[in-house]
Nanobody, 125 residues
Framework: QVQLVESGGGLVQPGGSLRLSCAAS????????IGWFRQAPGKEREGVSC????????LYTDSVRGRFTISRDNAKNTVYLQMNSLKPEDTAVYYC??????????????????WGQGTQVTVSS
C-alpha cells in the first residue's frame, strides 16, 4: 500500500520559514518525480514545485521561485520543501504527490499517481 505523508505545516508569521516533509512508504522514491501542490480556500489546486527522480530537474511556479527550495533524500524516501519569506498568500493546504517518471517533472497535477493527505500552512500575524 502506497502512502505519502506530509508534515511540517503550521502557523507562521509573514517573513517566516517552514520546512515541509513528504515521507513515502510502499514505493521507492528513486523512481518517482515528486511534486508539491497547494490549495487555498475557494481556489483551485496549484502546482508549487517538483523534483525529478534522477536528472536533477527542479521546477517552481513563479510566485514561489527564489523563496522555496525543493530537495530529496532518497535514502530516507523523503522529499522536502523549504519555504522562506512566507507571505499570507502562501496560506493553503500543501500536498505532495508522486509520479512514476524516469526523467523530468511537472507542476501539472494530471500525471501524478499517488497523493498525500495534505498539511495546513497558515501565514498570518
Amino acid at each position: 500500500q502506497v502512502q505519502l505523508v506530509e508534515s511540517g505545516g503550521g502557523l507562521v508569521q509573514p517573513g517566516g520559514s517552514l520546512r515541509l516533509s513528504c515521507a513515502a512508504s510502499g514505493i521507492t522514491m528513486d523512481y518517482y518525480a515528486i511534486g508539491w501542490f497547494r490549495q487555498a480556500p475557494g481556489k483551485e489546486r496549484e502546482g508549487v514545485s517538483c523534483i525529478s527522480s534522477s536528472d536533477g530537474t527542479t521546477l517552481y511556479t513563479d510566485s514561489v521561485r527564489g523563496r522555496f527550495t525543493i530537495s530529496r533524500d532518497n535514502a530516507k524516501n523523503t522529499v522536502y520543501l523549504q519555504m522562506n519569506s512566507l507571505k499570507p498568500e502562501d496560506t493553503a493546504v500543501y500536498y505532495c504527490a508522486a509520479d512514476y517518471a524516469f526523467k523530468g517533472c511537472t507542476v501539472v497535477a494530471g500525471p501524478y499517481d499517488y497523493w498525500g493527505q495534505g498539511t495546513q500552512v497558515t501565514v498570518s500575524s
